[in-house]
């Protein structure tokens, strides 16, 4: 079956970077499209964008354009996701979600990572 | 952006009571439109997709309706499970959007 395994909680400083992945199994990595989310707690969720396995193509969200960076490591079928220049606003719990089609019923969702962004 | 507006936000309910939330997107989405429930430890698992289709495993109480720009979910008899907090999502267009959710509580 789908496994979604996202990576640990994050306490980081304003102004840096952090990386999340979300390693899978359980179906074809390399011909399905990772979506990620970001849900502030209490708050609704937002869809940041998604990666393409097969070829890296990406498509953003316009308001997380120059602040998320998704890749993908095909041999490890693991996706991640780059969060730059980070300020309070960016605390949240962040999701992924693959798809075969693009932006279809996302059917599987990871645990979540909790992103804390505090001096 | 297509912005879906749900309703209620909060659901007072009794356990076998029969609920409906609702979905306004705020131009027509073509039924593109799917719902999840969320759970106080945050998993997200999905209910329903393209308005009215029953994704695989969900309960047979779960129901969804619509058309145009207005969606419902209808639980037809509340289970202890069923308390958490639900959302609407389009997909007819980039970027897909979500409602603001409601939270069904035990009353």
């Known amino acids: 079956q789908v496994k979604l395994q996202q990576s640990g909680a994050e306490l980081v400083k304003p102004g840096a970077s952090v990386k999340l992945s979300c390693k899978t199994s359980?179906?074809?990595?390399?011909?399905?499209?990772m979506s990620w989310f970001k849900q502030i707690p209490g708050q609704s969720i937002e869809w940041i964008g998604m990666?393409?396995?097969?070829?890296?193509?990406?498509g953003y969200n316009q308001k997380f354009k120059g602040k998320a960076t998704l890749t993908v490591d095909t041999s490890s079928s693991t996706a991640y996701m780059d969060l730059s220049s980070l300020t309070t606003e960016d605390s949240a719990v962040y999701f992924c979600?693959?798809?075969?089609?693009?932006?279809?019923?996302?059917?599987?969702w990871g645990q979540g990572t909790l992103v804390t962004v505090s001096s | 952006d297509i912005q879906m507006t749900q309703s209620p936000s909060s659901l007072p309910a009794s356990l076998g009571e029969r609920v409906t939330i609702s979905c306004r997107a705020s131009q027509g989405i073509s039924n593109n439109l799917n719902w999840y429930q969320q759970k106080p430890d945050g998993t997200i698992k999905p209910l329903i997709y393209y308005t009215s289709n029953l994704q695989s495993g969900v309960p047979s109480r779960f129901s969804g309706s619509g058309s145009g720009t207005d969606y419902s979910l209808t639980i037809s008899s509340l289970e202890p499970e069923d308390f958490a907090m639900y959302y609407c999502?389009?997909?007819?267009?980039?970027?897909?959007?979500f409602g603001s959710g409601t939270k069904l509580e035990i009353k």
């Open positions: 990666i393409y396995a097969g070829d890296g193509g990406t």
């Open positions: 999502q389009q997909d007819a267009s980039f970027p897909p959007t």
């Open positions: 979600s693959p798809t075969t089609e693009g932006i279809s019923l996302f059917a599987y």
């Open positions: 359980g179906y074809t990595f390399s011909t399905s499209y």
